[in-house]
């Protein structure tokens, strides 16, 4: 496989297993969930026991779409009986040094459907993307990391943004900006939002030094100019302020980069990883396994964050 590559993504892909070499096997965790999956959502929006019931808390929300109303299901807070670790990566991922150069070709952000990202978007999807043990994870990882009195900005944002309930009360401001701006409209939890393709136009409508803390949940591995967001991102943020972004192992794979979609789980941490390196004005990145225990839990979720410099 490595062989058909262009020589450019090749050197890509050599480097990317010399990062790998030996992490793999570092935790019976990592080893058991570390596969891309093949689907490209979870139509699901809660999980159920084995006769087909929904086991999860939830509330019924009545979306109005243009005049028309459908029912979407939300997730609530509960104790479901999950647990949720927090395992560093760092060691395992970002002890060797960066090379000297941006190591990605232009190819390693093809994909499979190059037709404008607004036409895939253009539907909406009252879906969950990843499943209650993942977003419950986010959730949990969202309540400890965030400080009350914050501004938050959510990108790639769609009809929920997996906050603790209370964070709209908490929060000095909740921000989004996404593709669709039905999606966006029904987020209960953003203060205000603008759809933005970022693909098309990596500017972010805000004032420099404007937010607390960005968020992206599992949307990083579409982004075809990813320095320009990220130096987008360190330009909103606050001096001291963090970008944490999630990711599972689903994703829409007609619209992954190549380069996502050529790598597992940790793969991704040191892609999102060398993202922030580059893209420069950042402390050095942290990855963690955040993947919840417990009953339906299956989808794995991974945080790479960090922090503008000072």
Request: charged residues 20%; proline residues 7%.
């Amino acid at each position: 496989r490595v062989a058909m590559m262009a020589p450019a993504l090749c050197r890509s892909a050599v480097w990317m297993a010399s990062v790998l070499s030996g992490r793999q096997s570092g935790s019976a965790q990592l080893t058991r969930r570390g596969t891309l999956a093949g689907t490209a959502f979870l139509a699901a929006s809660m999980s159920a026991d084995s006769s087909g019931a929904a086991s999860a808390p939830y509330v019924d929300d009545q979306i109005d779409m243009g005049g028309q109303r459908i029912t979407a299901r939300r997730f609530v807070e509960a104790d479901v009986g999950m647990s949720f670790p927090k395992q560093s990566l760092d060691d395992q991922l970002f002890s060797k040094p960066w090379p000297e150069e941006w190591p990605f070709p232009d190819s390693a952000f093809a994909r499979q459907d190059e037709s404008p990202d607004t036409m895939f978007y253009s539907a909406e999807r009252f879906v969950y993307h990843i499943d209650e043990g993942a977003v419950r994870a986010l959730t949990n990882y969202y309540k400890e990391n965030i400080p009350s009195g914050s501004s938050v900005l959510d990108i790639c944002s769609s009809w929920v943004s997996h906050f603790p309930e209370d964070f709209p009360k908490k929060m000095r401001r909740i921000s989004g900006t996404g593709m669709n701006p039905v999606e966006l409209g029904a987020n209960r939890q953003l203060t205000d939002f603008e759809a933005r393709d970022l693909n098309v136009e990596p500017k972010l409508p805000y004032e420099d030094a404007s937010f607390d803390v960005v968020t992206c949940c599992c949307s990083v591995d579409y982004l075809v100019q990813p320095l320009a967001v990220f130096r987008e991102v360190r330009r909103v943020l606050k001096p001291g302020g963090k970008f944490i972004l999630s990711q599972s192992n689903r994703c829409f794979p007609t619209k992954a980069i190549r380069a996502w979609l050529g790598t597992g789980d940790l793969g991704h941490m040191v892609i999102i990883g060398a993202y922030f390196h580059y893209a420069g004005g950042f402390d050095p990145p942290h990855a963690y396994d955040v993947s919840p225990t417990g009953p339906n839990t299956h989808d794995p979720l991974f945080i790479c964050e960090a922090t503008k410099a000072a």
